[in-house]
């Protein structure tokens, strides 16, 4: 049991850190005046915190019998959440929204194109190749 808590507790901590990484270079972009240890801790900060929450969430699937059907409900409020929390955490390093979408947003927004980049370069790699 401990082992199985063990693996899933360093899946997560690599998942954080996986996601915090493109999400440190796209909020640098975003609010240039932030240095890229400001940008990492944010991402880290609010990236750990939705990855507990989507953990969490995947627990209670598990042992309460949650439809499938609603887990898209969670990842587009766990997008939402994610980007809420780096506007929010980049506006006590001065970063003020400006327009609609803050900061989290826009790095959320970035961060879902350049996944759909990936799958589909993905996908044209195994096409070509078969």
Do not use: E, N
């Not at 899933?8 to 909020?27: D, E, G, K, N």
């Not at 019998?65 to 939402?80: E, F, M, P």
């Not at 929390?85 to 194109?113: E, P």
């Amino acid at each position: 049991m401990s082992d199985a808590l063990l693996r899933v507790a360093i899946s997560l901590t690599a998942f954080t850190l996986l996601m915090s990484v493109p999400a440190t270079a796209f909020l640098k972009f975003f609010a240039r005046p932030l240095t890229w240890g400001q940008a990492f801790i944010i991402s880290i900060f609010c990236f750990a915190i939705t990855t507990v929450l989507i953990a969490v969430y995947f627990f209670i699937k598990a042992a309460t019998g949650i439809l499938s059907s609603v887990d898209s409900l969670a990842t587009i409020a766990t997008l939402i959440l994610t980007g809420v929390l780096i506007t929010r955490r980049a506006r006590a390093y001065g970063i003020d929204k400006a327009g609609w979408l803050g900061v989290g947003g826009k790095t959320i927004l970035a961060l879902l194109v350049l996944s759909w980049v990936l799958v589909g370069l993905y996908v044209l790699i195994t096409f070509l190749t078969h």
